[in-house]
């Protein structure tokens, strides 16, 4: 365990979903990064492969206040028609459950760069922009706190005509959120982002002569959804099939998800 002495003058001023990487007295460079959630405060040094941790005091209702306030705000600069600014995409600096929230499923930080996601500051949320075929622009910007309402945000109004889709393939998928119809994607199939449990009438347009996969969440909201769903390709006479899968589908790893796919 890091002695305390080493790393709290650096982490002791850090908000709530803050990071930064410091100098630390084991040699030279920067390899102690210092970290800030919920919980409290985080040490970990790549030199000493060791880490430090310390509790965070409990939080009064003026703090909590001030926070939510703080939060709204920054919510306040997400919505418009165009990518929320300024873009930070040195994910060194970003907040820890942002990175942990795309590592988790499975994407590199090649991937992140490819794709464009990026940290906007101002309302501390990870934005993911969503280019569509046709040129159309839209994006969702994602919350990393556990607890913080709304989880997502996104580009408002939502266009009628959106079809976010990721990859290129003979038959096509429909999820039920974003990272999973871009890990399909990545996964060599292809794959269309709902955005919740409801097939636009556009998106249905789009995917008529097609083979369709329905691959929703394995919950009881994302098979319930997926029924309905799969009720409107048959009554048009759309090839399909519904996959459940143990996980959402962003959580398979890529060789798993072409075996379900094959």
Known sequence: MLSRESWWPAAKDLEIGRQKRVPHDCGDGSPLIVSRDDRGWHAYCFRCVDNGWAPAPAESLAQKLARIEKQRQGDATVGGGSLPSPQNRDMD????????????????????????????EKSDRIVIPVRCADGQLFYVARAHQKDRQPKYLAMAPKPRTLYASWGHASSVCLTEDILSAIKIGLAGEEAVCLFGTKISDHIMSRIMSRTVNVFLDPDPPGQRGAAKIMAQLRAYGVPCRNIVADRDPKLLTRTQLKEILA
């Not at 942990?100 to 760069?113: E, K, M, N, P, Q």
């Open 93 to 120: 600096s970003w907040p820890e459950g942002g990175k942990l929230w795309l590592y988790r499923a499975g994407l590199s930080r090649a991937d992140v760069g490819v794709l464009g996601i990026y940290w906007h």
